[in-house]
């Protein structure tokens, strides 16, 4: 039984097919790249099964549960983490209090807790940040934590917008190209970080990317979108090869 | 290593004793001022925690209110008639008048959930036009035209003479206010409220509810408006259809633009702004309005983050006063 599993899914803006008829699983602890040329509706997919769309057609189902019967800030709740293209960090907080977001829903604390400083609410509260501090610690950007989000280079935020995501502790993360604009020594520690993150926290990937040798790199199988559909499916130096991508990729001869 | 201790220490002890002189000025503050000034005091406080309200919903939850002075009259009049007509207490009529601007506050964000930007400041408007007429039409509860007048303060069956003591008072439910508003921000609730203001699609993704904290926004500043309102009424003595209109609810958007949006400190200079501001300049007759505007003007162009901006540049350049920060 697959962690993920998305059956026929199909939606359509105002006519124009996104997804079209997409079936799909992700397995525990795998890591899974969705790649395609622009347009081809892959961050749709993500947008569907973060419940941000509504899909025409199709199940989806994650640890049996399904999915579409939930609203979009249930989500994270069932254990799906995702990340965004353009980074939706909020600039009016810290990148520690980015950080804390994540752990929103599991932050055990009343709201006259809070405003009266009871105990146990500031108990809580002092625990999730020492485990936003380790988590960033992890990550080597701990000198960054009392920094503005907006004042921090892009790296190390693209780095706060995954942390924020992995502090909710995720079965499956659901990453939107997260190496674009990145130099490529960034990329290498993106890669090694994720590496020991999962090594540490064992959740499974699923992974949108432009950077084909990134991909390579880390996916196991490769599921290759173009105008909304499944053209190819297998790991990557198969996929590479396959004439079908190529020619999506770089146009028929 | 022994030096770095050595000033920390230092900054520790400079940085305690410049609140305690900060702290002791707002004691002394009444006793070497007229009375004048010390009821334009208590009304800065007042106007401070009503700002301090409407900075919750605009500055750190980004939802526009064209209509908090409302709220203030709504919890204003809920004192005013609980204490004529029914002789409740100060005791009585505080919780009663934070329980009635809730619950309106509650009502009037659930159908604004849908509403955005311009068109949430339309719907608020029309709330701050309609709350002044219906206590002018309702005039068997509100005294309509005449408004209603309320005994002075008592504390303890001893009505409060001196607005020495009305000061005391609403500096401690002010210091109550601003500690509250800042463990509220500094927790899971405010950065709820940042991060659905910043980005609703990251805020819904990390699991909030944005209804939920949409709504929690718009009944704690309502609640805030309340606190306002029932030391208002205390304090002025009679309430008036005429005292919660439009311009007031612009002038608590001034004070937060002023003030600084999103700034607890900021909140309380832009309650200060607007209740000093048009006193010094109706003290200089012959330029009333043209001050008022000038300095908003100059205000917005030269400190977009409000005067809480010049304060904070003010530190950074005179290092000296940096342990106050």
């Known amino acids: 039984m697959a962690q993920l599993d ?21 397995e525990p602890e795998s890591i899974i790249g969705l790649i395609g040329p622009n347009g081809a509706g892959k961050t749709t997919v993500l947008n569907c099964i973060t419940r941000f769309y509504e899909p025409d057609q199709g199940e989806i189902e994650f640890a049996n549960v399904n999915v579409l019967a939930l609203r979009t800030n249930q989500i994270i709740g069932l254990g799906i983490a995702r990340t965004f293209q353009n980074m939706e960090l909020f600039s009016g907080l810290n990148a520690i209090d980015n950080i804390l977001v994540g752990k929103h829903m599991f932050l055990k604390a009343g709201f006259f807790g809070s405003a009266l400083k009871f105990s146990g609410a500031s108990k809580a509260e002092e625990e999730s940040k020492k485990e936003a501090y380790e988590m960033m610690a992890f990550l080597g950007i701990a000198q960054w934590a009392h920094h503005n989000v907006g004042d921090l280079p892009f790296g190390i935020r693209k780095m706060i917008e995954i942390a924020r995501a ?10 939107d190209e997260p190496t674009a604009g990145m130099m490529p ?28 040798s990134f991909v390579t790199k880390m996916c196991q199988q490769v599921l290759v979108m173009n105008f909304g559909e499944e053209i190819a499916l297998g790991p990557p130096h198969e996929i590479v090869n396959h004439p079908e991508v190529i020619s999506a990729y770089i146009g028929e001869e | 290593m022994k030096e770095t201790l050595l000033q920390k220490t230092l900054e520790k002890k400079s940085s305690s004793l410049i609140w305690a002189l900060f702290f002791a000025f707002f004691i002394v503050l009444p006793n070497v001022v007229s009375d004048f000034w010390t009821y334009a005091l208590c009304l800065a406080g007042i106007y401070s925690i009503g700002t301090l309200g ?20 709504i919890g204003a009049y809920t004192t005013a008639i609980l204490s004529h007509k029914f002789g409740f207490s100060f005791w009585l009529t505080m919780p009663s008048a934070i329980l009635v601007t809730s619950l309106v506050g509650f009502m009037l964000g659930l159908p604004c959930l849908r509403l955005k930007g311009l068109y949430l400041a339309v719907a608020t408007l029309a709330f701050a036009w309609a709350i002044p007429e219906i206590i002018l039409k309702w005039s068997s509860l509100t005294g309509g035209y005449s408004g209603i007048s309320i005994e002075a303060l008592r504390i303890l ?33 405010g950065r709820a409220f940042i991060a659905l203001r910043d980005s609703e699609e990251g805020a819904k993704a990390m699991g909030i509810n944005l209804s939920i904290y949409k709504t929690l926004a718009f009944v704690l500043s309502s609640a805030f408006a309340g606190i306002a309102g029932n030391l208002y009424a205390y304090l002025v003595g009679t309430v ?15 004070a937060i633009i002023i003030g600084g949006m999103g700034s607890i400190p900021g909140s309380i200079l832009g309650g200060a702004f607007i209740t000093f501001l048009p ?25 977009p983050g409000g005067l809480m901006s ?11 006063t940096k342990a106050g920060s």
């Open chain 1, 185 to 212: 020594h960034e990329k290498a520690v993106l890669h090694e970080q994720i590496k020991r993150l999962r090594g540490e926290m064992g959740f499974s990937i699923l992974l949108i990317e432009h950077d084909i």
């Open chain 2, 279 to 303: 006193l010094l300049s109706s003290a200089l007759r012959n330029l009333p309005n043209i001050i008022y505007g000038a300095m908003l003007i100059l205000v917005v162009l030269l400190l």
């Open chain 2, 54 to 73: 409407l900075n919750i919903l605009t500055g750190y939850t980004g939802q526009v209110s064209l209509g908090h002075a409302s709220f203030v009259g």
């Open chain 1, 6 to 26: 998305v059956k026929n899914l199909s939606i359509s803006f105002e006519g124009l097919t996104a997804v079209n008829n997409l079936t799909f699983s992700v």
């Open chain 2, 240 to 254: 008036t259809p005429y005292d919660f209109g439009f311009w007031f609810s612009i002038y608590f958007l001034v």
């Open chain 2, 310 to 320: 010049f304060v904070k540049l003010m530190i950074r350049k005179f290092p000296a």
């Open chain 1, 166 to 175: 992995l502090i909710s502790k995720p079965k499956l993360l659901l990453l």
């Open chain 2, 157 to 189: 069956g001893i009505p409060l003479e001196s607005h020495i003591w009305f000061y005391y008072i609403t500096l401690f439910i002010l210091c109550l206010v601003i500690w509250a508003t800042y463990n509220i921000v500094n927790s899971k609730f």
